[in-house]
């Protein structure tokens, strides 16, 4: 170790034989060291990054001030600063990165943030290295609000996404066609902001991609009613509490024989042939009723 020299306001050591250390006054417990190489170490001898800070070997259980090991500050951190530390026994703590006092800022200027990854392809991207339901999970407390994971592991991308009220998952939209998704919490509205009357409540026309290939139903899992704009369609209650406005109709000139034209039958639909319906047949009524027929644009 020596003085190379103390040119106006600096001074230089050389240190030529290995690790320049300083000591507490017990001479055995290292505060500063600096290697070789170029490593300096704080309260090791062995630093083995440019700059390693070790704290003593008891666990810290709570992340107060005083805790942090390192600290970047215009004064004093506790009233403004950033500081890092490492709280808790080896595999079973963390380690943390707090500002105090104003907010933290990642990337201030500008450039992408990666977790999990070296080449982030967006302003935030994580990679979950191929483990299922791994991702970004938002809590409260503690407690699970919302999260945005990979449902599946390997190479599969299949996005889900949950929601929660206290420990009930109310919202899974599962972006994978082989698993349902669904919405338990509340009424849904499309093109509405007040989905106040239905589950399901649209605003504008709701209809099938292509014709005849879809069914609103089926076998076993049928609607009560359907409302429309001439009156109802299914087993609807007709109850004359429920009603108002009633008229009498006219079945021409002669009721009689139009009442009796209507006969009540039993049957089953083509497509569901299982199932058991009782009404009228729209052939039978048409000559004796025709206010009560109307035929759609597919001719049925």
């Not at 390693?52 to 090991?69: K, Q």
């Not at 994978?176 to 239905?198: H, K, L, M, R």
């Not at 429920?242 to 009796?260: C, H, M, R, W, Y």
Request: with cysteine; hydrophobic share 35%.
């Amino acid at each position: 170790l020596g003085l190379i020299s103390t040119t106006g306001n600096n001074f230089y050591l050389n240190n030529n034989i290995g690790t320049l250390s300083v000591y507490k006054n017990d001479a055995v417990t290292s505060i500063m060291s600096f290697l070789q190489n170029g490593n300096v170490g704080i309260g090791t001898t062995g630093p083995n990054t440019r700059l390693t800070g070790v704290r003593d070997s008891s666990a810290l259980a709570n992340n107060s001030i005083g805790n942090y090991g390192f600290s970047v500050s215009a004064g004093s951190i506790s009233s403004d600063g950033i500081a890092m530390g490492d709280f808790g026994t080896s595999g079973a703590g963390y380690a943390a990165i707090q500002s105090f006092n104003k907010n933290l800022s990642i990337n201030p200027a500008g450039n992408n943030v990666g977790i999990g990854t070296t080449n982030p392809g967006d302003v935030l991207t994580i990679d979950q290295k191929g483990v299922a339901n791994k991702g970004l999970t938002l809590t409260n407390s503690g407690t699970t609000v919302a999260t945005l994971q990979n449902g599946s592991s390997g190479a599969n991308e299949n996005a889900l996404l949950s929601m929660y009220s206290g420990a009930s998952e109310n919202i899974h939209l599962y972006a994978y066609s082989g698993a349902p998704s669904w919405i338990n919490a509340g009424n849904v509205g499309i093109g509405t902001t007040n989905p106040a009357t239905f589950k399901l409540q649209v605003a504008g026309n709701v209809g099938p991609d292509a014709s005849n290939s879809y069914n609103l139903g089926a076998s076993g899992s049928n609607w009560g009613c359907l409302y429309y704009n001439s009156g109802t369609l299914g087993t609807c209650a007709s109850d004359a509490r429920l009603k108002t406005n009633i008229q009498a109709l006219n079945f021409g000139s002669d009721p009689e024989a139009a009442v009796n034209g209507l006969v009540p039958s039993s049957f089953a639909y083509t497509a569901a042939s299982t199932t058991i319906y009782h009404g009228l047949i729209a052939q039978q009524v048409l000559p004796f009723a025709p206010e009560l027929v109307a035929t759609s644009s597919d001719g049925y």
